[in-house]
């Protein structure tokens, strides 16, 4: 029974924490908040989460995780600019439209480790050729699409609500069964389908709902900026951006996407301000550094460190 | 005239092919033996493409002259980074991403000190050959573009005799299938790990000696590009098999290079990739390829 | 309950089994003999859908297994542990047994319950929370197979599960291994050390490069001459 307690307790403490933040978070507008930094947190904790349930909980890592956001944004800015429709329709399309990529892209995930974060890269490059090789009248070509409109307000609380559902999402499946399932594939995915695991359907499951997340996200940034190109739509920094921010916070956590992107983005930010010059130079040695000292992440190293801080982190 | 055009880029995909199976070969040593994802593969080819202009800046020299000293200097470098990180990365939980993480940092690392030491701006080495261009039937063949795929050719015919022939390269090739083994054996892992990286690297910084040649601009941006492209080519070759991500390289630049005949310029980018993930969906395991996969 | 017949397995040219036939009766033990690399764990992987037959059929109960994917053979009643145990290093004991019966309909509550009780018959519940990479080689077979009993299969395919085992834990071991007999199990026991295989199993077969080379009661092989060979000759 104490390990229920264990669970429930954390849990409780994590949801308030997620009440206030979001409490918080919403009101920074009505104050008249700059929201260009915290746009753009919301965005990589949503992100760097929503690949967290493939890299983290299923074992998989998708280089190529952009594919779904950059679907997703042109999904959203075809339908609001190309066929005039309000932008709760371009965020229907680009959920379709992450649902649909995900299952053409499923089979993929039949390789593994290495061969498929490769090749998911490979897809993601793929989308961004076929898109700007496409007629101008259907997805903008090489030029993108501008959407003519912007509410930055709308976007900042659609992003906030984004993460809440995403942070929620990730709290839920870490401790449901499918979590598990997914889980037990990350460890060894032969053994779990001999032990009677449909690995084939758990792991679509966690691939549809990834992808989800990553289009929904690139639909709220390109309302947010109120244009796509495929140079930004598709660039491959955003895979790794998110992949770095989840992994510096403790891959297979659902608080370690949060804590890794928190401090990442400081951490490029200080860069920035103090070190111009050398900043690309000093984020690779972050990046180096971390992974030398802390390779489990920040919240997975603590949990590993000091066992009994299971009761706060997970 | 059409034939003529396939003709010709048959043989310039020939050429980058072989260059790009360089890139391949020297990945997949790393990722075989150790299991090292280097994400910054890439930078190291630049590095060789900067470091042939610097030696013929400064020495005025031939430039296929520089590859001795560009292969034992990175081959030094390749060691340094070896002992720096892998070890380490070794007893880690997760070799595979920290590898990617930590080398995606080097990567930066090595991009952010080229972009300092060369400036943004693309440079081009200013050496011609005497004559400038062979002409066989009605293809045109530039004569450094045989040049860097004699060289090419050479340092693979060296590379397999290596592989195949020596006794380290037999160390190495069973470390590849069989990590376990090679210490039963009596081989020491880490010795041989370090001498793999080191070659490796001085591969890639080799192959970016022969890629100055072919390619008339070169820029420190492009590190990323060549990584890409040297993963591909592994997957399709088959991990793990030095040789077949040769083939693999000479399949993809040879399609890279015909598409660019018949496709318009921005789809012909995709060409290769396509054939990546029609290979992969036919031979899971690459055209050479063991690895096991369900 | 299970007919393996004419099972041939070939590897590119390499033939691994080489049409075999052989029968599991309702509650019974069956031994699988050879040295290494005799077929044994193929026959095992093919029965449970790792690999699939290259010519030959399986039914349980009237059911053809070739082609059946292996979560499918699992739910049909079949489990099996390794010859190295595979257990989810980084999941907890209970987790562990929990994972063959996420797709049940029972609640939470209950199958952690059996888990625990489970982790208890053997001694383990009080470490039920430590991650299965924590635990010994012996303790890790011994978790192996009670999550092949949360699925309460009716056959289960144990490979090597002495080998390597601290003589206590056999004991241990043993001593469920009887207990599932009693309850109706039949089991298929994989082995390279005679002894062991001797005193559990009414019947007996034994391998050699992939073919059958002998069959019968222990008293049977024992004094077989192609088996004394095939273990002590050459």
């Given at each position: 029974m104490s390990s229920n307690r264990l669970v429930w307790t954390r849990t409780s403490i994590w949801l308030g924490f997620l009440a206030l933040l979001a409490l918080g978070l919403g009101l920074l507008p009505a104050y008249g908040f700059s929201l260009a930094f915290w746009f753009y947190l919301l965005l990589w904790i949503t992100l760097a989460s929503g690949l967290n349930i493939m890299a983290g909980f299923t074992g998989y890592l998708p280089f190529g995780y952009v594919a779904f956001y950059g679907i997703g944004a042109y999904a959203a800015a075809v339908t609001v600019k190309m066929h005039g429709l309000p932008i709760w329709a371009g965020f229907i399309a680009a959920a379709l439209a992450g649902v649909v990529l995900s299952l053409l892209f499923a089979r993929t995930m039949v390789l593994r480790g290495i061969y498929f974060s490769i090749v998911s890269l490979a897809l993601a490059v793929i989308c961004r050729l076929l898109i700007a090789a496409m007629p101008e009248d259907v997805a903008g070509g090489s030029y993108g699409i501008a959407l003519g409109f912007s509410n930055p307000d709308g976007a900042y609380y659609a992003m906030l609500a984004l993460m809440l559902a995403t942070l929620l999402t990730v709290t839920w499946l870490a401790q449901s069964r499918l979590g598990m399932a997914l889980r037990a594939i990350r460890d060894d995915p032969d053994t779990a389908e001999t032990v009677g695991i449909n690995i084939g359907r758990v792991r679509l499951k966690a691939w549809v709902l990834s992808a989800v997340i990553a289009s929904m996200t690139g639909a709220i940034e390109a309302w947010y900026t109120s244009i796509v190109d495929t140079e930004t739509a598709f660039n491959l920094l955003v895979s790794t951006k998110a992949v770095i921010f989840a992994v510096a916070g403790g891959l297979g956590t659902v608080i370690g996407p949060v804590v890794g992107t928190v401090v990442m983005l400081i951490v490029d930010d200080l860069i920035w301000q103090h070190f111009p010059v050398l900043n690309v130079f000093l984020l690779g040695l972050v990046i180096v550094l971390l992974m030398m000292f802390l390779p489990s992440g920040i919240v997975g190293s603590l949990i590993r460190a000091k066992p009994f801080l299971r009761r706060i982190l997970f | 005239m059409m034939t003529t055009l396939l003709i010709q880029a048959l043989v310039s995909g020939l050429i980058l092919g072989a260059l790009y199976g360089l890139i391949g070969c020297s990945l997949t040593i790393i990722y075989g033996t150790m299991?090292?994802?280097?994400?910054?593969h890439g930078e190291f080819v630049v590095a060789g493409c900067f470091a042939v202009l610097m030696f013929f800046s400064a020495t005025g020299l031939h430039p296929l002259l520089s590859i001795p000293l560009v292969f034992v200097a990175f081959f030094l470098v390749g060691m340094c980074l070896y002992y720096l990180f892998v070890p380490r990365l070794n007893r880690g939980d997760d070799p595979e991403v920290a590898s990617f993480l930590t080398f995606y940092g080097v990567s930066l690392m090595a991009g952010a000190i080229l972009l300092f030491f060369f400036q943004a701006d693309t440079r081009s080495l200013n050496y011609v050959f005497t004559p400038s261009v062979f002409k066989i039937g009605h293809v045109f063949i530039p004569t450094a573009h045989i040049a860097a795929l004699a060289t090419g050719i050479a340092i693979i015919a060296a590379l397999t005799w290596f592989l195949y022939k020596t006794i380290y390269g037999k160390a190495l090739r069973a470390a590849i299938m069989n990590r376990d083994a090679i210490q039963i054996v009596g081989v020491n892992i880490n010795t041989l790990s370090a001498l793999a990286f080191g070659l490796a690297i001085a591969i890639a910084a080799s192959t970016g000696v022969l890629l100055a040649l072919v390619f008339p601009a070169f820029g420190p941006f492009s590190g990323m590009d060549y990584t890409l492209i040297g993963f591909v080519v592994i997957v399709l070759g088959g991990l793990g098999h030095p040789i077949g991500a040769i083939i693999g390289g000479i399949v993809f630049g040879i399609a890279e290079q015909v598409a660019i005949v018949f496709l318009p310029q921005s789809l012909s980018q995709a060409v290769g990739f396509v054939i990546l993930i029609a290979a992969i969906t036919l031979r899971p395991s690459g055209l050479f390829g063991k690895v096991a996969l369900r | 309950m299970l007919e393996v017949n004419a099972l041939r397995k070939v590897f590119g040219g390499l033939v691994a089994v080489d049409t075999i036939s052989f029968t599991v009766p309702e509650n019974s033990i069956l031994g699988l003999i050879g040295v290494n690399g005799s077929g044994k764990t193929t026959i095992m992987n093919c029965i449970n859908g790792i690999y699939d037959a290259t010519e030959g059929a399986i039914n349980f109960r009237g059911t053809n297994l070739v082609g059946k994917k292996p979560y499918e053979i699992a739910r049909l009643g079949i489990g099996r542990t390794f010859q190295v145990p595979r257990l989810f290093r980084r999941l907890t004991l209970t987790e562990n047994l929990m994972v063959p019966v996420l797709?049940?309909?029972?609640?939470n509550a209950e199958l952690t319950e059996k888990a625990n009780a489970l982790l208890a018959e053997v001694d383990l519940y009080r470490i039920r929370d430590n991650h299965a990479e924590e635990l010994s080689g012996g303790q890790q077979k011994l978790v192996e197979l009670l999550r092949v009993m949360m699925l309460n299969p009716d056959l289960i395919l144990l490979d090597e599960p002495f080998a390597g085992v601290h003589p206590n834990l056999c004991k241990v071991f043993l001593d469920q291994i009887l207990k599932l007999k009693d309850a109706g199990k039949s089991f298929i026991l994989v082995s390279h050390d005679l002894t062991s295989v001797y005193s559990l199993s009414e019947h007996l077969l034994v391998l050699n490069q992939g073919k059958k080379i002998a069959e019968g009661n222990a008293a049977d092989i024992q004094h077989n001459p192609d088996v004394i060979e095939a273990f002590l000759g050459r």
């Open positions: - | 299991r090292i994802v280097n994400f910054s | 797709e049940d309909s029972r609640s």
